[in-house]
């Protein structure tokens, strides 16, 4: 056959998947007759949360906390919604991050078009960064989901499971698979993520039910990033409930927080860099320099940066240290290969990194995107020295944590500091420490580590807190 025949049958096969845009306006006024129109819904019941990014192992399920009661309550009109969760942790409790907590944790988490917020309390919390995925949350609902559809000129294929229907609102592409009984079966977007790149979320919803009219599906299920981030078994629906949010004062004033760097010389030739949430501690070698850490973002990791070259001009950065692979821990690293530096992390990482890595990034685009390099790694498994023009670094696996299967710790052996990351979070003086358990198993172990591997550290230099003596460390750990 030709190559002209061929072509021509495959325009022709493709025409037959596209249903015209006409097509995709029956199959969603349809799915809304079928599902029932609403203005507002409010809908709870109980499951799960697991958290983003805080994997116990690369590359497995993100670690799950219960949700002991749910609510959400969206509409659609004023483009607003209310989330209301109480979450416990699981008994045995899971391993990974973003634990221990303690006793109850309640959110309140709010958005009403671009402004989002939390209120836990009386006092409003802004969530600049949050807006953009709470607003999108709306749309992924089932009925948000027609609306938006309706609303954005969106085009239908056949697909797996029933017609898909798609479409972009602002910069996020949504399809939404409507099955046969013409319901919304599925709705799939992508977010922006510093660690996965464009991050696949994906909801399910299943089990419809009639709720006086209205149906809504008793089973939701999301994930991000390949794994669970939300499951919700639903109990009880209530159409048309409106909401009435006004947006307080603070959270419209409020602006994206600014990226704010502190460094702080904590021996010759070595910095501890604060400033934020994470820290980073910077060495100087001879001929180049050391950074461990790279956390949350690549915004984090320029401003980082751009302080190293100040406090030490003319060295490149020739090596990361990163300590493990959850996301806040992570989400930087890539900064640092664009600016050639090799990364030095546990094995089990390298090829959870390089996976994530090649994802596309098309929608928030970092610099290793725009000008590609292959990442140079130095694995590490249980130790490895960086010793060189008489100065030397040691990096070991703290064995046995439940944090993070892979956690490393460094120790300056002439400085005697030791860096670590999760396990010890001293708070810096006159800040009350958290309410709920302190993660004493993680301190424990990590001291417990310290004695076999018979380092004698004098100062903890913290990827988390402020810097302490060590026997901050022993009192924690319940051996002094
Ligand atoms: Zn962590």
Not at 254 to 275: H, L, N, R, Y
Not at 431 to 442: D, E, K, L, T, W
């Amino acid at each position: 056959m030709s190559r002209k025949i061929w072509a021509a049958l495959a325009v022709a096969a493709l025409c037959g998947g596209i249903a015209s845009a006409q097509d995709a306006k029956s199959v969603l006024q349809s799915a809304t007759r079928t599902m029932g129109d609403v203005n507002s819904i409010q809908f709870s019941g109980t499951g799960h949360l697991s958290q983003l990014g805080q994997a116990f192992a690369p590359g497995t399920a993100w670690p799950e906390t219960n949700l002991t009661s749910y609510s959400k309550t969206i509409d659609y009109t004023s483009k607003s919604a209310k989330e209301e969760l109480t979450r416990v942790e699981p008994n045995p409790p899971v391993k990974g991050g973003g634990r221990p907590f303690g006793g109850e944790d309640r959110q309140v988490n709010l958005v009403s078009g671009a402004y989002a917020w939390d209120q836990p309390g009386s006092n409003p919390v802004p969530q600049v960064a949050a807006a953009d995925e709470r607003q999108l949350q709306i749309w992924l609902t089932p009925h948000g989901f027609l609306k938006a559809a309706e609303e954005n000129n969106a085009s239908a294929t056949k697909g797996p499971g029933g017609i898909t229907v798609s479409f972009t609102a602002g910069k996020f592409k949504v399809n939404g698979t409507i099955d046969a009984q013409n319901m919304v079966a599925k709705t799939t977007t992508w977010l922006p993520n510093p660690v996965l790149g464009d991050m696949l979320v994906e909801t399910t919803y299943s089990s419809y039910e009639d709720y006086n009219g209205v149906k809504f599906p008793t089973t939701i299920v999301q994930k991000q990033g390949g794994f669970a981030t939300f499951d919700l078994k639903v109990t009880a629906v209530k159409a048309n409930t409106g909401l009435n949010l006004l947006v307080p004062d603070a959270v419209k004033t409020a602006t994206m927080p600014q990226v704010k760097v502190v460094s702080e010389k904590i021996a010759d030739g070595t910095w501890f860099i604060a400033g934020g949430s994470h820290n980073s501690v910077l060495v100087e070698y001879p001929a180049y320099l050391v950074m461990i850490e790279a956390p949350l973002s690549e915004a984090r990791s320029l401003a980082v940066i751009a302080e190293a070259k100040k406090l030490v001009p003319k060295k490149p950065i020739k090596y990361l240290i990163n300590t493990h692979n959850h996301f806040d821990h992570a989400g930087g690293v890539r900064t640092y290969v664009a600016e050639g530096a090799t990364v030095i992390t546990n094995e089990m990482n390298i090829p959870f990194y390089e996976k994530a890595w090649s994802a596309s990034r098309t929608l928030a685009p970092d610099m290793l995107a725009k000008d590609p390099k292959k990442p140079e790694f130095v694995p590490v498994k249980e130790k490895y020295v960086l010793n060189d023009g008489g100065r030397s670094l040691e990096i070991y696996h703290v064995d046995g944590d439940t944090h993070n299967v892979g956690i490393l710790m460094v120790y300056l052996p002439k400085e005697k500091i030791l860096v670590e990351a999760d396990d010890f979070t001293p708070d810096a003086p006159g800040v009350p420490a958290p309410s709920g358990a302190r993660p004493h198993i993680f301190i424990t172990n990590l001291y417990k580590d310290i004695q076999k591997l018979k380092l004698e550290p004098t100062t903890v230099a913290p990827l988390h807190g402020v810097v302490v003596p060590f026997a901050e460390v022993k009192k924690e750990a319940g051996v002094a």
